[in-house]
């Protein structure tokens, strides 16, 4: 399967201090979905952001983004990326992410379409004094649709702040896909919106990866991924900066990923039962909760069998998802 692929990249903000990303390699099949999930705070907005070539002029980053999809023919590659895409090793596409010249690289890529980015603020996309049609005749885009994505065409009249939150977001994925992109990245695009508008959203992301494009799209809600996405769309799970596991979206919802972790993430879903998250170092290899997680770790054995640890939880109701939420600690560390 062709894929996008994100190799050894670390951020580290200008501030300095620890890394919010840390050597994370990511893989983003063609023609799918991949749902990005994690705790708050564990680097989802940051690594989308850096996806969009969106991060600070000054922070100090490291690895490359193939954008070829695994394509061997450079001349095939470039038809597809631009002809003015980064060289390395031979291969058009692939760019240096810690470099000014990837940056521009990712620029042009977004101003062609080809990179779409939807934002989570998506308020923040689009100026307060042009109504949205001015905005997307200035983008190039003469006539938008909004009617697949359950909008009336006459809120192009509009200025944005005269939209709710959960209409300017699908305004502005309808912005990411007047073009055909090769990568669509989504931060949370169904936050806001309720299970019909969720669904009706995935729905559309789902078109855009039949298209042939490589969708990465960041999500709280698991009910909502369970509901509409392909069993054969892929899930990353992060923490602390790391993809720990990625699997298949069928086997991440039958907690049978390889990583701990990822079973105990899984688990936490309404539909799984709103269990707690039994943390310890033993989880992740020696890694632990850095300062400002919003979720204190907690004591308990590793994750066994998954019925073993069902039945502990069962049996300490006083640590279940709710209290855990009732005792979140504040100052998150900005890397939501």
Same mark, same amino acid.
């Given at each position: 399967?062709?894929? @996008?692929?994100?190799?050894?990249?670390?951020?580290?903000?200008?501030?300095?201090?620890?890394?919010?990303?840390?050597?994370? +390699?990511? +893989?983003?099949?063609? *023609?799918?979905?991949?749902?990005?999930?994690?705790?708050?705070?564990?680097?989802?907005?940051?690594?989308?952001?850096?996806?969009?070539?969106?991060?600070?002029?000054?922070?100090?980053?490291?690895?490359?983004?193939?954008? +070829?999809?695994?394509?061997?023919?450079?001349?095939?590659? =470039?038809?597809?990326?631009?002809?003015?895409?980064?060289?390395?090793?031979?291969?058009?596409?692939?760019?240096?992410? =810690?470099?000014?010249?990837?940056?521009? /690289?990712?620029?042009?890529?977004?101003?062609?379409?080809?990179?779409?980015?939807?934002?989570?603020?998506?308020?923040?996309?689009?100026?307060?004094?042009?109504?949205?049609?001015?905005?997307?005749?200035?983008?190039?885009?003469?006539?938008?649709?909004?009617?697949? #994505?359950?909008?009336?065409?006459?809120?192009?009249?509009? #200025?944005?702040?005269?939209?709710? *939150?959960? /209409?300017?977001?699908?305004?502005?994925?309808?912005?990411?896909?007047?073009?055909?992109?090769?990568?669509?990245?989504?931060? !949370?695009?169904?936050?806001?919106?309720?299970?019909?508008?969720?669904?009706?959203?995935?729905?559309?992301?789902?078109?855009?990866?039949?298209? *042939?494009?490589?969708?990465? &799209?960041?999500?709280?809600?698991?009910?909502?991924?369970?509901?509409?996405?392909?069993?054969?769309?892929?899930?990353?799970?992060?923490?602390?900066?790391? @993809?720990?596991?990625?699997?298949?979206?069928?086997?991440?919802?039958?907690?049978?990923?390889?990583?701990? #972790?990822?079973?105990?993430?899984?688990?936490?879903?309404?539909? &799984? *039962?709103?269990?707690?998250?039994?943390?310890?170092?033993?989880?992740?290899?020696?890694?632990? #909760?850095?300062?400002?997680? !919003?979720?204190?770790?907690?004591?308990?054995?590793?994750?066994? =069998?998954?019925?073993?640890? &069902? /039945?502990?939880?069962?049996?300490?109701? !006083? !640590?279940?998802?709710?209290?855990? +939420?009732?005792?979140?600690?504040? =100052?998150?560390?900005?890397?939501?």
């Amino acid at each position: 399967m062709n894929t @996008i692929a994100l190799t050894h990249c670390s951020l580290r903000l200008p501030s300095g201090g620890a890394h919010i990303l840390s050597d994370l +390699t990511v +893989t983003l099949p063609l *023609g799918r979905i991949t749902w990005l999930v994690g705790e708050s705070g564990a680097g989802k907005s940051t690594l989308c952001n850096l996806l969009a070539g969106l991060t600070p002029t000054r922070a100090d980053v490291t690895g490359h983004l193939d954008m +070829t999809g695994g394509c061997q023919d450079s001349r095939a590659a =470039g038809h597809r990326v631009g002809v003015g895409s980064e060289r390395i090793n031979g291969s058009v596409g692939n760019i240096d992410m =810690g470099t000014r010249r990837g940056r521009k /690289q990712l620029a042009r890529l977004r101003g062609r379409g080809e990179l779409a980015w939807a934002p989570q603020n998506a308020m923040d996309t689009f100026p307060r004094h042009l109504r949205l049609r001015q905005w997307f005749h200035r983008a190039g885009i003469d006539n938008p649709d909004l009617g697949p #994505y359950g909008l009336a065409n006459t809120m192009l009249e509009r #200025y944005p702040h005269e939209l709710s *939150g959960g /209409q300017i977001s699908r305004v502005s994925l309808a912005a990411a896909l007047a073009h055909t992109p090769r990568l669509l990245v989504c931060d !949370e695009p169904t936050a806001g919106l309720d299970p019909r508008q969720a669904d009706a959203m995935v729905a559309i992301l789902d078109g855009c990866a039949r298209t *042939g494009a490589a969708v990465f &799209a960041v999500t709280h809600d698991l009910s909502g991924m369970a509901r509409n996405a392909r069993p054969d769309d892929h899930v990353a799970v992060i923490f602390n900066g790391h @993809i720990v596991d990625t699997c298949t979206v069928d086997t991440f919802l039958r907690m049978g990923a390889d990583n701990a #972790y990822s079973r105990a993430l899984a688990a936490a879903a309404p539909d &799984a *039962g709103a269990h707690s998250l039994p943390l310890t170092e033993g989880h992740l290899g020696g890694q632990s #909760y850095r300062d400002g997680d !919003e979720l204190r770790r907690l004591d308990g054995a590793l994750l066994g =069998g998954n019925d073993d640890w &069902a /039945q502990s939880n069962m049996t300490r109701p !006083e !640590e279940s998802l709710l209290g855990e +939420t009732r005792a979140m600690r504040g =100052g998150a560390d900005g890397a939501a």
